[in-house]
């Protein structure tokens, strides 16, 4: 599913118009960003939980050449299932 197929999705669901809903995903979407961003997270009960998480760096290989390199370290966006979410996948 892609973001334009979601938004029709939230709408038909919703009774509401794509315009409403696209606004609404666009202000979920900054908040998550902005709130991660702050080291903050956003935790929803039963879905899951949108945190940051830190790699360290390490040294990896170049594939095409075998060649040894340095990766830096870095910050990257983790999502995290809730179990009432895993539990209704598994299903």
């Known amino acids: ?6 938004i029709e ?3 038909s669901e919703t009774n509401t118009t794509k315009t409403a809903c696209e606004e609404w995903l666009n202000a ?3 908040t998550v960003e902005k709130n991660i961003k ?3 997270g956003v935790r929803l009960v039963g879905f899951g939980t949108f945190t940051v998480s830190k790699r360290k760096s390490r040294m990896g290989r170049n594939p095409q ?3 040894t390199i340095k990766i830096p370290a870095r910050t990257v966006p ?3 299932p ?3 979410l895993k539990a209704r996948v598994s299903k």
Request: cysteine-free; proline content about 0%; charged content about 25%.
């Open 65 to 67: 050449t075998g060649e």
């Open 38 to 40: 702050k080291n903050d």
């Open 78 to 80: 983790v999502f995290r």
């Open 1 to 6: 599913m892609n973001r334009a197929e979601l």
């Open 82 to 84: 809730g179990n009432q």
């Open 28 to 30: 979920f979407i900054s």
């Open 9 to 11: 999705a939230m709408a």
